[in-house]
T-cell receptor, first 116, second 113 residues
Framework: GDSVTQTEGQVTVSESKSLIINCTYS????????LFWYVRYPGEGLQLLLK?????QKGSSRGFEATYNKEATSFHLQKASVQESDSAVYYC?????????????FGLGTTLQVQP | AQTIHQWPVAEIKAVGSPLSLGCTIK??????LYWYWQATGGTLQQLFY??????VESVVQLNLSASRPKDDQFILSTEKLLLSHSGFYLC????????????FGPGTRLLVL
């Protein structure tokens, strides 16, 4: 079945340092999945951070970037310089099959803690 | 702008008691609606989806049921809670089904004792 694997547990980064959260996926549909990064800030709901639907393309938002690499089946999240306000839980997800189920497959989530 | 509201924010319930969680979407007609669940330490799993009023499809069997009594309302319920029902419940909507972007509500945290 479809699956998403991302950097496990908590990642601690000092403010202004760079960040990478790894995400790899396995998709069983004939086509290519849509790929997403969602974020949940403390006390808030799950928000879409960025989305890429075409292999080889890069998505970006709020200084974060992720490139859809179909050869490596990866969608790593990167940021050149993190801020304390980036502290949150980040989820990589894919949407695979067409039809109405709209099923998103999520990774376990990665907690980012940015130290001042 | 579309808004999604979930209630209650949190619940503590006894094993064997009934449960009803709600979700309302404003500002979008005929949305596709979804229920997701996350156990502590687990990943988010889709439980149900609905493309129209009165029609709900189950994705994962967890002794829960869902209903869509109105275009903008999605209800998750059970008559008898289990300890394993504890976790975080999220409602989401999308404009269409398939691979369309889903937008999530703030969630309901449930603790079953």
């Amino acid at each position: 079945g479809d699956s998403v694997t991302q950097t496990e547990g908590q990642v601690t980064v000092s403010e202004s340092k760079s960040l990478i959260i790894n995400c790899t996926y396995s998709a069983t549909s004939i086509g290519y999945p849509n790929l997403f990064w969602y974020v949940r800030y403390p006390g808030e709901g799950l928000q879409l951070l960025l989305k890429v639907i075409t292999a080889g393309q890069k998505g970006s938002s709020r200084g974060f970037e992720a490139t859809y690499n179909k050869e490596a089946t990866s969608f790593h999240l990167q940021k050149a310089s993190v801020q304390e306000s980036d502290s949150a839980v980040y989820y990589c997800a894919l949407s695979d099959k067409a039809g109405n189920t709209g099923k998103l497959i999520f990774g376990l989530g990665t907690t980012l803690q940015v130290q001042p | 702008a579309q808004t999604i509201h979930q209630w209650p924010v949190a619940e503590i319930k006894a094993v064997g008691s009934p449960l009803s969680l709600g979700c309302t979407i404003k500002g979008k007609s005929s949305p596709n609606l979804y229920w997701y669940w996350q156990a502590t330490g687990g990943t988010l799993q889709q439980l149900f989806y609905s493309i129209t009023v009165g029609q709900v499809e189950s994705v994962v069997q967890l002794n829960l049921s869902a209903s869509r009594p109105k275009d903008d309302q999605f209800i998750l319920s059970t008559e008898k809670l289990l300890l394993s029902h504890s976790g975080f419940y999220l409602c989401a909507w999308s404009r269409t089904g398939g691979r369309d972007t889903q937008y999530f509500g703030p969630g309901t945290r449930l603790l079953v004792l």
